[in-house]
T-cell receptor
Framework: GEEVAQTPKHLVRGEGQKAKLYCAPIKGHSYVFWYQQVLKNEFKFLIS????????ETGMPKERFSAKCLPNSPCSLEIQATKLEDSAVYFC????????????FGSGTRLTVV | AQTVTQSQPEMSVQEAETVTLSCTYDTSESDYYLFWYKQPPSRQMILVIR??????QNATENRFSVNFQKAAKSFSLKISDSQLGDAAMYFCAYRGIQGAQKLVFGQGTRLTINP
């Protein structure tokens, strides 16, 4: 299908618990991106992949965040030991390579850390 | 590093009128792409319009058009004949051309349509 599928839509975790978010990019899209949108609506870039390889991870808080995009599996974003400030909507987006098209975004996963 | 600035946190317009949302950016690259995204209360990100920097002609999509001024690094969005469904957050975004380049977003402008 022509949509980026993110699961779950909502996730509630106690502080210190692990959270794992999933993203199935559109078939044929070899670029995948993760963004965090906090309550002030600001978008923070986390990480991008070119196929299964990390392209840019400059936005990742590496001590607690990790991400993977393995062949024939949904991409994943994992947060170890969640903190209150991790509460946000996490968006995944995918794109074809070498085009002028903007990215197609998923509908997001709302993570609430209590 | 590239930056995108939207200086209008909020804008409002009467239904059927025209409104312009401002966006400026900073880059040292000569080729890149610019986008406007709409985010309604559902939070779904919807691509409104895109512009390739090497094209001088301003992009147009139905009631949406841009005023791209490359030398001034300005990329404003004009919405004509505003409709109630246009109410949303609007984000301006920049993307380089090499590989899996990230989108760099502005802070967003909340647009309200008054009936």
């Amino acid at each position: 299908g022509e949509e980026v599928a993110q699961t779950p839509k909502h996730l509630v975790r106690g502080e210190g618990q692990k959270a794992k978010l999933y993203c199935a990019p559109i078939k044929g899209h070899s670029y995948v991106f993760w963004y965090q949108q906090v309550l002030k609506n600001e978008f923070k870039f986390l990480i991008s992949f070119q196929n299964e390889n990390v392209f840019d991870e400059t936005g990742m808080p590496k001590e607690r965040f990790s991400a993977k995009c393995l062949p024939n599996s949904p991409c994943s974003l994992e947060i170890q030991a969640t903190k209150l400030e991790d509460s946000a909507v996490y968006f995944c987006a995918s794109s074809r390579p070498g085009t002028a098209y903007g990215y197609t975004f998923g509908s997001g996963t709302r993570l609430t850390v209590v | 590093a590239q930056t995108v600035t939207q200086s209008q946190p909020e804008m409002s317009v009467q239904e059927a009128e025209t409104v312009t949302l401002s966006c400026t950016y900073d880059t040292s690259e000569s080729d890149y792409y610019l986008f406007w995204y709409k985010q309604p209360p559902s939070r779904q990100m919807i691509l409104v319009i895109r512009q390739e920097a090497y094209k001088q002609q301003n992009a147009t999509e139905n009631r949406f058009s841009v005023n791209f001024q490359k030398a001034a690094k300005s990329f404003s969005l004009k919405i004509s004949d505003s409709q109630l469904g246009d109410a949303a957050m609007y984000f301006c975004a920049y993307r380089g051309i090499q590989g899996a380049q990230k989108l760099v977003f502005g802070q967003g402008t909340r647009l309200t349509i008054n009936p």
